[in-house]
């Protein structure tokens, strides 16, 4: 057995550890460079809980709450240009996964003055960004304890991975998913379940990221429905926040698969939520991975059901029960009961092959013909 793990983030989780921002950010200076979207955690209270304690610890602060889904660079460009204009110190990240890599974008420009050459692979990060506090108010993105950030590139979702982009600091505190509306608690938390399933059968997989991939997939199962349809069950919201967390400690290590390849082009295309486009396409691209991994599937299956025999054939079952949650949920069970197009399906092949060539996928598709013909099944609901 030989594996490493790397995850520097100190993260602080439980109720009310949102308190803690004011005295952290005193060790890492006087001026806050506060990125946030433009309502949400305004209307929630989390941005004037954040704001009222950092000036009760006598630290001066910047709001950047420019950001929008899938941020693309020239909103990270413009950032980075304030935060080097304004002075600041740290960053601080309170939101979703768009803010927290947005945040991650920002820091890689203040230190660069650049974003594209790293998206696109032709420059590696390898100085530390400034300071980072994340604080996570959706259960999906894990990017509080990850290394990377997903940013959007003309029409296409690039990804740039760095140890140097780490969070500092998590504060991952339930009381802040408490404003989350049904849908968007739903599309989250089916991103952390493709975080933690992906991660599982990453061939960057190990022992440690194997363990927290299972722990976080039991909890989603038994959580997720409860934190969508009783908005109101803390246990429920705590439980979804740990899970993605968890998920996230995961593809810190593994990175991801060809979920999250597949997904990216319905995004950007037809506007779906990361989230919902992953839950959408994952049983197709599960049963596409079953001959290289109908172990851990079959393992996975055993968890979450009540099967408890230890048929290998067990693995079979697991793209089944993921739509069984899909249509508990109310996510579409088809591309086409989500109104695709099958005529983009080359389109988004010809992105997708770009995009896994360096992802630790235990199945790769051997040419854009076997990308199509999952699109394909997964348009037509061929299990």
């Known amino acids: 057995m030989k594996f490493k793990y790397f995850i520097p983030t100190k993260v602080y989780f439980g109720k009310g550890e949102v308190e803690r921002v004011g005295k952290l950010g005193k060790k890492f200076g006087k001026k806050a460079f506060i990125v946030t979207g433009k309502k949400s955690a305004k209307e929630s209270g989390v941005l004037d809980r954040v704001t009222g304690l950092l000036e009760k610890n006598g630290i001066s602060y910047e709001i950047f709450n420019e950001t929008v889904p899938n941020p693309p660079v020239q909103l990270v460009e413009k950032g980075g240009e304030k935060f080097l204009s304004?002075?600041?110190?740290?960053i601080i990240a309170i939101g979703?996964?768009?803010?927290?890599?947005?945040?991650?974008?920002?820091?890689?420009?203040?230190?660069?003055?650049?974003?594209?050459?790293f998206l696109l692979g032709e420059k590696r990060v390898e100085e530390k960004i400034p300071p980072l506090i994340a604080i996570p108010t959706t259960s999906g993105t894990g990017s509080e304890v990850t290394r990377y950030a997903v940013l959007t590139y003309g029409e296409r979702k690039l990804a740039v991975g760095s140890e140097y982009i780490f969070p500092d600091v998590a504060l991952v505190d339930p009381e802040t998913t408490l404003s989350m509306p049904k849908e968007l608690s739903r599309d989250t938390g089916m991103d952390a379940l493709s975080h933690a399933l992906e991660g599982l059968f990453s061939l960057k997989a190990n022992p440690v990221s194997d363990s927290l991939a299972y722990e976080s997939i039991r909890i989603i199962f038994d959580f997720l429905p409860r934190s969508v349809f009783h908005e109101e069950d803390f246990e429920a919201r705590e439980m979804m926040h740990y899970a993605s967390m968890v998920a996230g400690m995961v593809i810190a290590e593994t990175g991801t698969g060809l979920v999250h390849s597949m997904g990216y082009p319905l995004t950007m295309k037809y506007g779906f939520s990361h989230g919902l486009a992953n839950a959408i396409i994952m049983p197709y691209v599960l049963k596409y991975n079953i001959p290289a991994c109908y172990e851990k599937?079959?393992?996975?299956?055993?968890?979450?059901?009540e099967y408890s025999g230890i048929d290998i054939e067990d693995a079979h079952l697991l793209p089944e029960l993921?739509?069984?949650?899909?249509?508990?949920?109310?996510?579409?069970?088809?591309?086409?009961?989500?109104?695709?197009?099958?005529?983009?399906?080359?389109?988004f092949a010809r992105e997708v092959v770009d995009s896994m060539e360096k992802k630790p996928i235990p199945r790769k598709p051997e040419g854009i013909d076997e990308i199509i013909a999952i699109y394909q099944e997964s348009f037509h609901g061929l299990i």
């Open 86 to 90: 304004t002075s600041s110190d740290f």
């Open 96 to 117: 979703g996964g768009s803010p927290m890599d947005l945040s991650k974008g920002i820091g890689i420009y203040a230190v660069y003055k650049e974003i594209v050459p």
């Open 297 to 305: 599937m079959a393992n996975v299956v055993r968890i979450i059901s």
């Open 322 to 347: 993921l739509l069984d949650m899909n249509e508990l949920l109310g996510i579409p069970l088809t591309l086409e009961e989500a109104g695709v197009d099958e005529k983009d399906f080359e389109k």
